[in-house]
Antibody, heavy 116, light 110 residues
Framework: QVQLVQSGAEVKKPGASIKVSCKTSGYTFTGYHMHWVRQAPGQGLEWMGIINPSGGNTFYAQNFQGRVTMTRDTSTSTVNMELSSLRSEDTAVYYC?????????WGQGTLVTVSS | SYELTQPPSVSVSPGQTARITCSGD??????ANWNQQKPGQAPVSVIYKDTERPSGIPERFSGSSSGTTVTLTISGVQAEDEADYYC?????????????FGGGTKLTVL
């Protein structure tokens, strides 16, 4: 079955960068687009962007353009999301979600805390 | 920009039917999905392409669409259905599809 396993929680200082990984299994890695979604404490879901693991093409939501980079490693079936210039408002749970057969299969989430 | 509008909260008694709506102009031409999120957990898809149910999702969950509004219906609500529900769709304006979520609806089982 489809499984997405994300890296562990992290604490970062303002201005730093964070890289969250999402290791996949149970399906053809290059066959399905991967999305990143975040959720600030007590808030709703916010879409960050999408990567096509086949060619590495990406598209980022306007709110994150210039600060986010999504990459993939086909040798390990892993997708990564890097967010730079962190600020306190970036404190959130970050999810990867594969668009598998027209619906999202979600990772378990990674809590990123930005605090001085 | 494209927005999806949901009621902040819906309350029902166990065994009753809960209906959660989601409205947005593009829903007349784009499919909607529904995600359930329980406290401290990752979301789970419960309906996709307006009316389809992923394997493993109970039959009491169903979806419908009419014009610019989609509806998630939970028949015979159980205590375990208490959760936040988010509708999700795509916006293709500008040539590249991207995803939009509704603000979420908190379902309370009385």
């Amino acid at each position: 079955q489809v499984q997405l396993v994300q890296s562990g929680a992290e604490v970062k200082k303002p201005g730093a960068s964070i890289k969250v990984s999402c290791k996949t299994s149970g399906y053809t890695f290059t066959g399905y687009h991967m999305h990143w979604v975040r959720q600030a404490p007590g808030q709703g879901l916010e879409w960050m962007g999408i990567i096509n693991p086949s060619g590495g093409n990406t598209f980022y939501a306007q709110n994150f353009q210039g600060r986010v980079t999504m990459t993939r490693d086909t040798s390990t079936s892993t997708v990564n999301m890097e967010l730079s210039s962190l600020r306190s408002e970036d404190t959130a749970v970050y999810y990867c979600a594969v668009d598998y057969n027209d619906y999202f299969n979600w990772g378990q989430g990674t809590l990123v805390t930005v605090s001085s | 920009s494209y927005e999806l509008t949901q009621p902040p909260s819906v309350s029902v008694s166990p065994g009753q039917t809960a209906r959660i709506t989601c409205s947005g102009d593009a829903l007349s031409r784009q499919y909607a999905n529904w995600n359930q999120q329980k406290p401290g957990q990752a979301p789970v898809s419960v309906i996709y392409k307006d009316t389809e149910r992923p394997s493993g999702i109970p039959e009491r969950f169903s979806g419908s669409s009419s014009g610019t509004t989609v509806t998630l219906t939970i028949s015979g609500v159980q205590a375990e259905d208490e959760a936040d529900y988010y509708c999700q769709s795509a916006d293709s304006s500008g040539g590249t599809p991207h995803v939009v979520f509704g603000g979420g609806t908190k379902l309370t089982v009385l």
